[in-house]
Nanobody, 118 residues
Framework: QVQLVESGGGLVQAGGSLRLSCAAS????????MGWYRQAPGKQRERVAS???????NYADSVKGRFTISRDNAKKMVYLQMNSLKPEDTAVYYC????????????WGQGTQVTVSS
């Protein structure tokens, strides 16, 4: 099973920035589309960004223009640069494989908490 370790979360004021990192192992990373997901208290997990093996990106409307996903295939890392953070971005953030059936994935990392204060 894929192993994922997320890091970089923290407490930040509204308007601030954070950069999340995710280390992946036990997958052929260079051949795998990756995504960032988040789950806020009392809400379902949602996908916020994805990146294909070729570097094409896709974003949820709520983060478009503020978040940037990137990857380093040599290091097996995926990143999420988050700018202009809002209180509604508060959630636990996870990375995982980007697939249409992502909600059925059963192997997740511990996530990293992002808290945005107003």
């Amino acid at each position: 099973q894929v192993q994922l370790v997320e890091s970089g979360g923290g407490l930040v004021q509204a308007g601030g920035s954070l950069r999340l990192s995710c280390a992946a192992s036990r997958i052929i990373f260079s051949l795998t589309a990756m995504g960032w997901y988040r789950q806020a208290p009392g809400k379902q997990r949602e996908r916020v960004a994805s990146i294909t093996t070729g570097g094409n990106t896709n974003y949820a409307d709520s983060v478009k223009g503020r978040f940037t996903i990137s990857r380093d295939n040599a290091k097996k890392m995926v990143y999420l640069q988050m700018n202009s953070l809002k209180p509604e971005d508060t959630a636990v953030y996870y990375c995982n494989i980007a697939t249409p059936d992502w909600a059925l994935l059963d192997s997740w990392g511990q996530g990293t908490q992002v808290t945005v204060s107003s």
